[in-house]
């Protein structure tokens, strides 16, 4: 299995990472060797197999759905790369 | 000074008890010994001026007996672990200016145990690689070399930062992360201890996310005993991690009264097919009679899955990286490289603040996530996933413990792997499955190779069950050949 320069460039949008010329290059080498590689699981038989998203699912728990904490406006605004008042700034999205 | 390079946890825990030193003067000759080892570039960020005055507030306690079962020991946190107040980077340029506002379980039960931080150790960055080659700090050093060799090697990853750390002294625990072999494979390259407990036994919170359902916390010290120390205080429910575990935390240094004989170890048949080196393939062979000598009974066992193992881990691994890792966006927090729209905004950002193995896993995570080959590819490996977990569980029918190699081979050099891919992955094919089964695992050094590198043998027990695996991995310790320190060869004087 080898993967196009298009479907490079389309997984890279859908990821927001922007790559340059050559760098499609390289990674259409790469992740097609990768890909080659993990074709391997094709020999598996997985019929009626469940899939298992993690080891533990009889300990994950509901709890209750209830306020805990608050007031942590100011430590939520003190790592942003922009803000004004209470708000993170970005680029004007709607004209 | 004190001579830290002769101190491991437990002898530290029991000198301040004896008031043999004072937490000052250990925290203190640890800042020196760090301060003359910057050639192994182990540290991100140190916190001495916080840890000195700790150390005081540290030495009131003991002398009033308040002290908590680890007050005043210096320890080394994986860059990973969210500290409040202290740069948490991740070891990636995206998060460099990033200080947490608040504190990681793992690292507030260590505090609370009365630990002290030196500062954050380096990894790969966001805790992807092999090697520590990938962090935006630069590669971090092994402290071993080869005999008659000055070339230099990596102290594995990504917790390389801690296994190089706790090797040199330059502190006696540090804290680590294994999503695929992220503590154990370190600690064999670097002659220590490495554990990663039961997915759900120490609470995630506060650690950057890798692959949600396969990381786990850990810790990497000098002896097996140091690893149960530590696990005590790193362990606990937390509800603020849907994954943790409500089950006791037992005294998981009681194992050391306890005898071997009768019980029984599985060596997995498909192991032994692996391409190990020669040495590494000797060296199991010698453990596997040191058991026998202690009369445990040696079974053959199979794992016919196992051999899956490393690429459904590189589908599952980098689909949930890539989603994990989509909060980095320029906007909330961390770095952020302007556009003239939101979308050149998040593009240039990710493109700058990420490197290339970062990106790669994305994109790998975000194609095999993708509609049309979702099913393909990561429902597939999902299945694939429960049966490995399957032939674990199988196989804990018949035996208490299974044992292997940590790694196919011992260190390697700086720069000898790095660009390809796919071989750099193949160092996790003994680490990798437990992860996916959730299984605690432990690697202990277990000799020297024909060149002087240190090797270690990984044991794997069932769920919850790391009290055997200190049980077990005592043998190891009491019967390998002795194994010196490495020289202090990068210590500026």
């Not at chain 2, 097919?273 to 000598?293: F, H, M």
């Not at chain 2, 994109?363 to 590819?377: E, F, H, K, N």
């Not at chain 2, 299945?383 to 018949?398: G, M, N, P």
Request: charge should be negative; hydrophobic fraction near 35%.
């Amino acid at each position: 299995m080898t993967i196009s320069k298009d479907r490079i460039l389309k997984i890279a949008n859908l990821s927001k990472i922007s790559i340059s010329e050559d760098q499609i290059e390289k990674l259409e080498v790469e992740i097609s060797s990768i890909l080659n590689w993990v074709e391997t699981l094709n020999e598996v038989d997985t019929e009626n197999i469940e899939p298992m998203s993690n080891s533990l699912t009889n300990f994950l728990q509901m709890r209750e759905d209830i306020v805990n904490d608050g007031e942590k406006r100011s430590d939520i605004l003190s790592n942003s790369p922009a803000e004004d008042e209470s708000f993170f700034v970005v680029p004007k999205v709607i004209e | 000074m004190i001579d830290v390079r002769v101190l491991d946890l437990s002898s530290i825990r029991d000198s301040l008890k004896k008031g043999d030193f004072t937490s000052k003067e250990l925290v203190k000759s640890y800042i020196e010994r760090i301060e003359g080892s910057s050639k192994l570039n182990t540290y991100n960020t140190t916190t001495f001026e916080q840890a000195l005055d700790r150390a005081e507030i540290s030495d009131g306690k003991i002398k009033k007996n308040e002290a908590g079962p680890l007050e005043g020991i210096p320890i080394g946190i994986k860059d990973l672990f969210c500290t409040q107040g202290v740069k948490t980077t991740a070891s990636s340029k995206i998060l460099e200016n990033f200080i947490p506002s608040y504190e990681s379980t793992v690292t507030e039960n260590l505090f609370k145990s009365g630990m002290i931080m030196l500062g954050k150790l380096s990894n790969d960055e966001f805790a992807m690689g092999s090697s520590n080659e990938t962090s935006a700090n630069g590669a971090v050093v092994n402290p071993w070399r080869s005999r008659n060799s000055e070339k230099e090697l990596v102290p594995g990853g990504s917790s390389g930062g801690s296994s190089a750390a706790v090797a040199a002294s330059l502190c006696p625990l540090a804290t680590a992360t294994d999503t695929g072999g992220s503590i154990r494979q370190p600690a064999a390259f670097t002659g220590t201890v490495g554990l990663k407990p039961t997915y759900g036994r120490c609470s995630r919170w506060g650690i950057v996310a890798f692959a949600s359902s396969l990381d786990q916390a850990g810790p990497i010290t000098k002896t097996v005993r140091d690893s149960a120390l530590a696990l005590q205080a790193m362990a606990g429910y937390d509800n603020k991690d849907s994954t943790s575990a409500n089950i006791e935390v037992e005294n998981f240094e009681n194992y050391r009264n306890s005898n071997l004989n009768g019980m029984s170890i599985g060596i997995p048949k498909e192991f032994e097919e692996l391409d190990l080196s020669l040495d590494i393939r000797q060296n199991w062979e010698e453990a596997i009679q040191w058991y026998k000598e202690a009369g445990v009974n040696i079974k053959s066992i199979n794992l016919p899955h196992c051999k899956y193992a490393l690429p459904a881990y590189y589908i599952i691994a980098p689909a949930e990286a890539s989603s994990n890792l989509a909060r980095y966006d320029g906007v909330k927090y961390g770095k952020r490289v302007p556009g003239e729209d939101l979308d050149s905004l998040y593009k240039r950002t990710r493109a700058e603040g990420f490197g290339d193995e970062v990106k790669r896993r994305i994109l790998m995570g975000t194609y095999v996530l993708s509609a049309g080959y979702y099913d393909a590819y990561y429902l597939k490996a999902q299945k694939v996933r429960r049966l490995i977990h399957e032939d674990f569980l199988e196989a804990f029918k018949t035996v208490d413990a299974i044992l292997t190699p940590t790694t196919p081979t011992t260190a390697f050099g700086i720069g000898e792997n790095i660009s390809d891919p796919l071989k750099m992955y193949s160092n996790d094919i003994l680490t990798v499955p437990v992860n996916l089964a959730g299984l605690p695992a432990i690697s202990i050094p277990s000799g020297l190779d024909s060149s002087g590198l240190p090797m270690g043998i990984q044991l794997i027990t069932n769920h919850f069950d790391e009290k055997s695996l200190f049980k077990f991995g005592r043998l190891i310790e009491e019967s390998r050949v002795n194994i010196e320190m490495p020289t202090d060869w990068w210590i500026k004087k």
